[in-house]
Nanobody, 121 residues
Framework: QVQLVESGGGLVQAGGSLRLSCAAS????????MAWYRQAPGKQRELVAT???????NYADSVKGRFTISRDNTKNTMYLQMNSVKPEDTAVYYC???????????????WGQGTQVTVSS
């Protein structure tokens, strides 16, 4: 019943913009650290950006200055604003979150199903 659902992926031209969303739902006590990962075909999954519950952020060097991670704690939703996208940004983007659920005592890691981002040149 606890889910992370990504949305906002699609096809965009190089230099364009896209905004991804990740909504956490279910019997959640708190949403703690959240992160965006991505995985291109034939490559390992890589960390894109992280954001703590307090709003502290970190970015992979490859996206610094172009992507912005944010969150709305009232909606249990995280966003990734992608600007000046490049073909190498093409990947499946995954939402990751550490959640405290009512069913489990401790903080646990959850993954979304992923959303495809394709950047054309």
């Amino acid at each position: 019943q606890v889910q992370l659902v990504e949305s906002g992926g699609g096809l965009v031209q190089a230099g364009g913009s896209l905004r991804l969303s990740c909504a956490a739902s279910g019997s959640i006590f708190s949403v703690n650290e959240m992160a965006w990962y991505r995985q291109a075909p034939g490559k390992q999954r890589e960390l894109v950006a992280t954001i703590t519950s307090g709003g502290s952020t970190n970015y992979a060097d490859s996206v610094k200055g172009r992507f912005t991670i944010s969150r709305d704690n009232t909606k249990n939703t995280m966003y990734l604003q992608m600007n000046s996208v490049k073909p190498e940004d093409t990947a499946v983007y995954y939402c990751n979150a550490h959640l405290t659920t009512y069913a489990l005592y401790s903080n646990r890691e959850f993954w979304g199903q992923g959303t495809q981002v394709t950047v054309s040149s």
